[in-house]
Nanobody
């Protein structure tokens, strides 16, 4: 069983930065891929970034070059560093373990980019 708790969301101006954290309980998390997804108002959930157990990463085209996903195995935590934030990055961000077909989701953290 894996439980995920996100933190680090908030209100930021365009061009600003935030770092999201996803703390996991459960040793199985160490062997699962981690991921961040987001849902903007009126839109479907979309993939933001993933990180495999071996460290390989993937990113949505819309965030490439601005966002960085990483994980700390000693803390059982996955991070999402978000730089050069844009208005369209406003969404609820969700942490996931094992891919979207699993039940391993966090509760979500709101990121609002506004001037």
């Amino acid at each position: 069983q894996v439980q995920l708790v996100e933190s680090g969301g908030g209100l930021v101006q365009p061009g600003g930065s935030l770092r999201l954290s996803c703390a996991a309980s459960g040793s199985i998390f160490r062997i699962l891929p981690g991921g961040w997804y987001r849902r903007a108002p009126g839109k479907q959930r979309e993939l933001v970034a993933t990180i495999a157990n071996g460290g390989a990463t993937t990113y949505a085209d819309s965030v490439k070059g601005r966002f960085t996903i990483s994980r700390d195995y000693t803390k059982n935590t996955v991070y999402l560093q978000m730089n050069s934030l844009k208005l369209e990055d406003t969404a609820v961000y969700y942490c996931n373990a094992g891919g979207p077909a699993t039940n391993y989701w966090g509760q979500g953290t709101q990121v609002t980019v506004s001037s």
